[in-house]
């Protein structure tokens, strides 16, 4: 048996499969990247990225048909490491003088056009990923605990809070 007999057999995701889930989910694993994180560019090169350490590890998909659940895992997990490399660097740059509008300020301004994503954005992250992946990524309770790596209860508590909160930021227009 030659070695691509042998790639053939091997357990896991295909390239082809990679492929075709990329070509039928590379949109909305984008869009719950957007609302995990806060600019288009940062998302694209999340969703880039979750792809490429899928393919890498493709041979330890046990289940083919999993694949798209182990891509939105990868990609909530590589929002949370984008955020957690800008609050770092953020806390590292030098305050901004009093009288001077912060580069930042202008561009959350730009980005919050949208008050649903802005309310979001107030939750508590937990909070905002269960809702994010329960309501837009449209996944089950079961699905959600699987890919946050938390129990069916604490996605019901978290859904539970981040519903009623984000009603009362709705509310009163909060940003």
């Known amino acids: 048996m030659g070695f691509a007999a042998a790639a053939a057999d091997a357990p896991g995701a295909s390239v082809d499969q990679l492929t075709d889930a990329y070509r039928a989910h590379y949109r909305s694993l984008l869009r719950l990247a957007a609302l995990l994180l806060d600019d288009l560019s940062s998302c694209e090169d999340v969703v880039q990225e979750a792809f490429i350490r899928v393919h890498a590890a493709r041979r330890r998909v046990r289940?083919?048909?999993?694949?798209?659940?182990?891509?939105?895992?990868?990609?909530?997990?590589?929002?949370?490491?984008?955020?957690?490399?800008?609050?770092?660097?953020?806390?590292?740059l030098p305050k901004p003088m009093p009288d001077m509008a912060s580069a930042e300020e202008g561009a959350y301004d730009a980005l919050e056009r949208d008050e649903l994503k802005a309310a979001l954005r107030g939750l508590q992250r937990r909070q905002r990923e269960v809702l994010v992946l329960r309501y837009y990524a449209d996944l089950t309770e079961a699905q959600v605990a699987e890919v946050l790596g938390i129990s069916v209860g604490s996605v019901k508590a978290y859904g539970s809070r981040g519903i009623a909160a984000l009603r009362v930021r709705m509310e009163r227009g909060d940003d």
């Open 63 to 92: 289940d083919p048909e999993k694949t798209l659940a182990y891509l939105r895992q990868t990609v909530v997990n590589l929002s949370r490491s984008t955020l957690r490399r800008r609050l770092l660097g953020l806390r590292l």
